[in-house]
């Protein structure tokens, strides 16, 4: 047993260490472990859960086990090596750092995945459907109503629940026209990043800037013209492959649930508020999120001790005029608990998989390395250019996070222009965002990774147009 503990201690005590060099124990400097063994385990597991996390479809795991798995045993490496050198305290600090920081992310997008889930519950998002297919509207008209729909709602929603909403719009609409439905999904993905990428709201790139106080809440609006521009190009192309004819109405009707119209309005106080704490308090986005959380779930106790009161209402009405009480008005419980639980933790739990990993390897020293090559060896627009085409393979939070653990030292026009290409280059691909890959998952028939990647062509269009936009329209940011 102590043979094999020497074995593991040799292995994860630094050569430099045994030569008289490199910090000394009590140093409070972290090592440089790039060329160490440590360095490269961390890196092994990192592409082998990257590879894990990509292949979820063909091996049926879910995303986020390898990548918190891989996590652990990278920063445990990394902790061990520490401790047997006399720095336990300060590997803890470093983890202890990226984890503050995960949860800044994790309680803004849990309180907006709940609103979200409230609203479905009320049913909200189904009498939006209904709404659209019983106005008649062509195809035509339906792909490009979806398209803005997404564009829009992506600066507040988070980029998957819209993808998912409208996804099921056009599916609704476009029954029996998978021709529709695969280009109706098309132009969801890139409306909807490309609408996520000019609000901290609604993308998780440009929520990292926000939560790093790099830029000003209201700077990000200056790429809403590049971002339109990067939807409407594509959009103007696909337009004329669009069926012009008119899918049939539903035979349904609306039936909002009580108390739908009053979360929408606690969702756009809570916005406010976050906006509001963020630019006159300096508060984190979180902060604002956890207060509108608050509001909504006083706001479920008052459905729920209220409810009794309106079912014996209505039902004397009802029962007096003998007319059968309609579905909305049925007794229905709001458990603000059970929004919660159903949101996608599989994709939050990814995340904290991702975030860890990065502030891992930045820790070790590779970002370092990386930034030395990207933004030393070239002019900043190539490396953001080069950064955001790669965020078609990698999920582009985890690349931010990456750009922001290497401290570039560019000016707020570069600042932006990272914010764009991340945001609207995991178009090109379908797996690219999390709208593709939602998206993917939901559409049984039109919609698949090679259809999508026929249309790369246009979309690469819209990428190049919205950088010349913002080159043009924001020079005065360089």
């Known amino acids: 047993m102590n043979g094999i503990l020497l074995i593991i201690a040799s292995l994860l005590l630094p050569s430099t260490v045994f030569a008289g060099e490199g910090p000394g124990v009590g140093a409070a400097v972290p090592f440089d472990l790039t060329h160490h063994i440590v360095g490269y385990l961390s890196i092994l597991f990192t592409v082998s859960a990257y590879v894990a996390a990509m292949s979820e479809e063909v091996i049926e795991l879910r995303k986020s086990k ?9 920063w445990f490496a990394i902790c061990i090596y520490y401790a047997l050198n006399g720095q336990a305290k300060v590997a803890a600090v470093a983890f202890e750092s990226n984890l503050l920081a995960y949860i800044e992310l994790l309680l803004f997008i849990l309180v907006s995945m709940t609103y979200l889930n409230a ?35 992506s600066t507040v929603v988070s980029g998957l629940a819209v993808g998912l909403l409208m996804g099921a719009v056009a599916t609704a609409v476009g029954k029996n026209k998978p021709q529709f ?5 098309v132009n ?22 926000w939560q790093h106080n790099i830029l000003e809440f209201t700077e990000f609006f200056a790429l809403a013209i590049p971002c339109l521009v ?8 696909m337009h004329f492959f669009v069926s012009q004819e008119t899918p049939a109405a539903s035979s349904r009707t609306i039936a909002l649930r009580r108390g739908s119209k009053r979360i929408l309005f606690l969702f756009g106080v809570t916005l406010s508020i976050t906006v509001w704490a963020n630019v006159y308090l300096k508060l984190p986005p979180a902060a604002g999120m956890m207060a509108g959380l608050g509001l909504l779930q006083f706001f479920s106790f008052y459905l729920t001790k209220t409810v009794n009161n309106q079912e014996s209402h209505f039902a004397y009405a009802y029962k007096f005029f003998e007319l059968d009480v309609p579905v909305g008005n049925e007794k229905q419980d709001f458990d603000i608990f059970k929004n919660i639980a159903n949101v996608e933790w599989d994709t939050l739990l990814f995340f904290y998989g991702a975030m860890m990993i990065i502030g891992a390897l930045s820790f070790i020293g590779y970002l370092d390395a990386i930034a030395q090559f990207l933004y030393g060896q070239n002019h900043p627009t190539v490396a953001n250019i080069i950064i955001g085409l790669s965020s078609a393979f990698i999920d582009n ?22 914010t764009l290409t991340l945001g609207v280059g995991g178009s090109l691909l379908a797996i690219g965002s999390a709208p593709g890959v ?17 249309w790369m062509p246009v979309i690469l269009l819209g990428y190049v147009a919205s950088i010349a936009v913002h080159f043009w329209i924001n020079a005065h940011y360089f």
Not at 66 to 71: E, F, I, K, Y
Not at 188 to 209: K, Q, Y
Not at 230 to 237: M, R, W, Y
Request: contains cysteine; neutral net charge; aromatic residues 14%.
């Open 188 to 209: 969801i993905v890139v409306a909807t990043n490309a609408g996520g990428s000019f609000s901290p709201l609604g993308g998780i790139s440009t929520l990292f800037v």
């Open 181 to 185: 439905i695969g280009i109706a999904c």
């Open 230 to 237: 990067n939807f409407l190009v594509p959009a103007a192309i």
């Open 66 to 74: 390898p990548m918190v798995l891989g996590s652990a045993i990278v």
């Open 119 to 153: 609203m479905e519950e009320r049913g909200i998002f189904d009498g939006l459907r209904i709404w659209l297919l019983n106005k008649q509207f062509s195809y035509r008209q339906l792909f490009w109503i979806t398209g803005f729909l997404a564009f829009f709602l």
């Open 438 to 454: 939602g998206l993917l998952g939901q559409i049984k028939e039109g919609y698949t990774f090679g259809y999508h990647m026929r």
């Open 397 to 418: 939070g985890t690349l931010m996070f990456a750009v922001l653990s290497m401290h570039p030292d560019i000016p707020p026009g570069q600042w932006l222009l990272l």
